[in-house]
């Protein structure tokens, strides 16, 4: 739980896609199997009018479940998701016919940090987060939630595991990100030919750069650290995740750009550049915020230490893969 971190901006940019989790190419349409099954064993729990509060909600995937899960069992649940970034569910998703509904029945509030929510003490039922609290500062985080729980109110919490599938491909991604940003240097080969192609926007113009032998070493150049990195990528787990999406991106500037101005075309590359750096540094704030088995331990010790009793605690795997730590505590009826 310590490391790097995003800041509210940057996780505020992330959530600004169009992607319900930040597993978008897996969950593009929200958990389901075994992550749906535990979040459903929650709610099946809950009274017909509960409260539940999402902490670290992102575009809302579990209050989604939670909505969803409501209407689908004719409850009137007053669902509540929270993020420290600008989040705008509403928005950004709300080109999805079927999501619209959902979202309209949540309530979401931006800019509000797990550690103080300023929601009303024992106002909650179940507050619940999925990869979230774990980058909380934790004695802050247990103090709130205690706070906030109604007597016999509980949390359910699923969290990143360092030895999970998970952790495993951001790992993958990080060392995918090394190679080909700060070894081959892609994203300054590219900008280096555009330099000296960019302003030749009509195909006579191109063609004289032919006799351009300058340009021609940076083409060479850039097509042989284009070939190396299509090579090393069978080293990696997940190339797709990366290599497969960075290489046509920058590529891309001179097929879709071909004719833009100079300026267009830099402005291009620096937006790609800028989109790899956020998911390099979304995997180093995963990979920093994965918790080991003593540190899954020492945080169950802070909710204890605050008062919490410990129901379930145990390992969530999806389709085979590990994906995380599973913990669900309780505050005593009688607090």
Sequence with gaps: MKGHRLTSEQWSRYWRHDSITTFARQF?????????????????????????VDLAT????????????AVTHGKQFSVCGLDYAAIEPATVLGQHADLAPLIAGIEFKSGVRMEVTGLDAASVDLLTSQYGLEYAEPKAAAAEAWRLLAPDGRIALI???NESRVVELARDGLAQVQFCLQKE?????????????GEATTAAER?????????????????????????????????EGFIGVMVP????????????????KLKYLRHVR???????????????AAL?????????????????????RGLMHYKGDLMGWTLEIAKPASA
Excluded: C
């Excluded at 300058?214 to 083409?219: H, I, S």
């Design 28 to 52: 593009n349409t929200n958990y389901d199997g075994e992550f749906a099954e535990f979040w459903n064993a929650q709610f099946e729990r809950l009274a017909e009018s509960a409260r539940i």
């Design 58 to 69: 992102g575009n809302g995937a579990i209050a989604l479940l939670a909505q969803q899960y």
């Design 159 to 161: 969290m990143h595991h």
């Design 185 to 197: 240097e892609l994203d300054k080969r590219v900008t280096a030919l555009v330099k000296i192609v």
């Design 207 to 239: 063609r004289e750069l032919k006799n351009n032998p300058k340009a021609e070493r940076l083409r060479q150049k850039l097509n042989a650290s284009v070939a190396r990195i299509n090579q090393r990528a069978a080293r990696y787990q997940d190339p």
């Design 249 to 264: 991106n920058f590529m891309n500037v001179f097929a879709a750009y071909k004719e833009a101005p100079l300026a267009a």
């Design 274 to 288: 800028a989109e790899f750096d956020g998911f390099r540094e979304r995997m180093a704030d995963l990979s920093g």
């Design 292 to 312: 080991s088995s003593r540190q899954f331990e020492a945080l169950v010790a802070t909710f204890e230490t605050v008062g919490f009793a410990v129901t379930q």
